[in-house]
Nanobody, 123 residues
Framework: QLQFVESGGGLVQPGGSLRLSCAAS????????IGWFRQVPGKEREGVSC????????NYVDSVKGRFTISRDNAKNTVYLQMNSLKPEDTAVYYC????????????????WGQGTQVTVSS
């Protein structure tokens, strides 16, 4: 069974940092772009960042540029999202999902959604 498991979320004060992990099981990440998404109850899910299959191309939503960094370790079958300078508006459930080879702006093109990890930024 193909699935992702997200981890690393938690409660952090504004200005703090967290590193989220997206670990794949049942398949190798080598051939997939991986996207990070987030959702707040009552709002639409938002694309946060994506990394292409070889890690050579990444993208970020404007609100996290300069603060978040996506990376991948194919040997560990894991993608990471380093989140620095966190703000209360970053509070959400964060999900990862896969797409063949290259990133896309269409969430419907992503598969293997994980269960998510809660990130709460609050003092």
């Amino acid at each position: 069974q193909l699935q992702f498991v997200e981890s690393g979320g938690g409660l952090v004060q504004p200005g703090g940092s967290l590193r989220l992990s997206c670990a794949a099981s049942g398949f190798t990440l080598d051939y997939y772009a991986i996207g990070w998404f987030r959702q707040v109850p009552g709002k639409e899910r938002e694309g946060v960042s994506c990394i292409n299959k070889n890690g050579g191309s990444t993208n970020y939503v404007d609100s996290v540029k300069g603060r978040f960094t996506i990376s991948r370790d194919n040997a560990k079958n894991t993608v990471y999202l380093q989140m620095n300078s966190l703000k209360p508006e970053d509070t959400a459930v964060y999900y990862c999902a896969s797409r063949a080879a290259f990133c896309s702006g269409y969430q419907s093109e992503y598969d293997n959604w994980g269960q998510g990890t809660q990130v709460t930024v609050s003092s």
